[in-house]
């Protein structure tokens, strides 16, 4: 990208609602993805890698971990200041907020919300730092949208003090990379569990996912399980059943709805720089009509994108937000920001298929945040069952 003139827009001045400390967040993540983010992801992409040096970073602004209490390294803010973050890191790039979603929500999150004392001393503080890297392991294979399904299995290795795990999980956010592995998986009743895998445990691989078009500043990967002997004691004692994996989602959804929100504004911010500095037919694009009804309902849909979220904020800080209202959001939100991007892309002409604008690669990264934590029309259905009561799933 040729230089970062992005320029936040609040038309409905949604500032008065937030606090001083919320602002000061907000700012201290966007003037970190100006410096260290946007000089270098446009080649990041280009070369599909995921710049390493962004992890001190991400740590130092608070991004991993930020509503884990401090006692546990994490930077104990309220959920509002966590969609602040994210929405700046996903300003700079999707793939960049999904390893601080991962980490935080996917990682962190059911560590300290279902760990025991010494898994989230042993893991919670290292987190925070960046110090270690973690991914989170749902999908499989044969079991995307309907997770339920699962076939990676342990059961006893015969010494009391271990299971013996096998398996596969693939789309792995992070796996490539990562130094532990958050695995939801069937136990010998049939129970969906969850337990801590560690890189370096005997049979356990974490190919990378090559040729992308979408995402391609994270890394992303399969985590195969062949005989794994993990202990016992890596095994979160506080949860069983689906509603454990789905408990994270939850958070990480949260986080979407909000980061999405970043990506939505850069395009809409670049489109109406673009608008304004485009000379056809004598006039600035933006003199023209057709232009203004894209750029007038970008502003209205990242307005009602902005209210929608904040209020789902200020519920979620109350414990009172139900997952059906985080599904509503985050459907409404990516699909606002993709439309905004696809629209952006056509103000810009021929230049918004080029990596000078940010544009193409908002519009290529959100067609994975549509698919990932729960398609576009599984989140319809989970709203569909939340107002009718009949379940249209199975
Ligand atoms: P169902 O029978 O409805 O529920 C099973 C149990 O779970 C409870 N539950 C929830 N609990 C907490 N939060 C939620 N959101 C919950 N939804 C349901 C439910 O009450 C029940 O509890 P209990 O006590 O009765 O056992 O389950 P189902 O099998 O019918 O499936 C429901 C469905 C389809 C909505 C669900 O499976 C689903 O959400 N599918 C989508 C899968 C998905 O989102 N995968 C994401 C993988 S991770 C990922 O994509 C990371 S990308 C990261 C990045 O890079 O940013
Ligand atoms: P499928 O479930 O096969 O769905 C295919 C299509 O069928 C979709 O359009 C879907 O909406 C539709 N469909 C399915 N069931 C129904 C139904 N009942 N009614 C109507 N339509 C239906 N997973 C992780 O566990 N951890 C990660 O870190 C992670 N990171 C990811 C990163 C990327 C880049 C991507 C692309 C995915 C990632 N995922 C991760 C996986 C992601 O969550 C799944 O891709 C997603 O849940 C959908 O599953 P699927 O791809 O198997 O599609």
């Known amino acids: 990208m040729a230089s970062d003139n992005f320029q936040a827009h609040d038309y409905y001045l949604m500032d008065e609602l937030l606090s ?88 962190m999150f059911p ?76 136990d010998e009743a049939g129970d969906i569990r969850g337990l801590v895998v560690e890189r370096g445990m005997k049979g356990f691989t974490t190919p990378e996912t090559h040729g992308k078009w979408s995402l391609r500043a994270s890394a992303t990967g399969e985590l195969v399980f062949d005989n794994v002997k993990v202990p016992r004691e890596n095994i979160f004692p506080n949860i069983k059943g689906l509603k454990g994996p789905l408990g994270c989602l939850n958070s990480a959804r949260y986080g979407i709805s909000w980061g999405v929100i970043g990506a939505a504004m850069d395009c809409y911010d670049s489109a109406l720089r673009y608008s304004k500095e485009r000379i056809q037919f004598g006039k600035p694009i933006g003199a023209f009509q057709l232009t203004q009804k894209k750029l007038a309902e970008m502003i209205t849909e990242i307005t009602k994108a902005q209210l929608l979220t904040w209020r789902l904020g200020v519920l979620k800080n109350e414990h009172r937000a139900t997952p059906a209202q985080i599904s509503m959001a985050k459907r409404n939100n990516v699909h606002m920001a993709i439309t905004i991007a696809r629209e952006a892309r056509q103000i810009h002409g021929g230049m918004g298929i080029t990596g000078e604008y940010p544009i193409m690669r908002h519009m290529m990264n959100l067609e994975s945040v549509i698919t990932y934590e729960g398609t576009h029309d599984i989140h319809l259905l989970i709203t569909g069952m939340d107002v009718t009561g009949f379940n249209a799933f199975g």
């Open 20 to 107: 001083d400390e919320h602002k000061l967040i907000r700012e201290t993540a966007r003037a970190w993805v100006k410096k260290e983010v946007s000089p270098i992801v446009e080649d990041a992409c280009q070369k599909a890698e995921f710049p390493k040096q962004w992890i001190k970073g991400l740590a130092e602004i608070g991004a991993f971990g930020p509503y884990i209490p401090t006692e546990y390294g994490g930077a104990g803010l309220d959920q509002i200041s966590y969609g602040l973050i994210m929405q700046e890191l996903e300003r700079g790039d999707s793939g960049l907020r999904s390893t601080a979603s991962v980490q935080s929500s996917l990682v």
């Open 111 to 186: 560590i300290y919300t279902y760990g025991s004392e010494e898994q989230k001393k042993k893991y919670l503080p290292k987190l925070a730092s960046g110090d270690m890297m973690g991914c989170f392991g749902l999908t499989e294979p044969d079991h995307g949208s309907n997770p339920n399904g699962m076939i990676t299995n342990f059961k006893d290795a015969g010494d009391g003090k271990h299971v013996i795990l096998n398996g596969a999980k693939m789309w792995i956010s992070n796996s490539p990379f990562a130094d532990i592995a958050v695995v939801w998986a069937k």
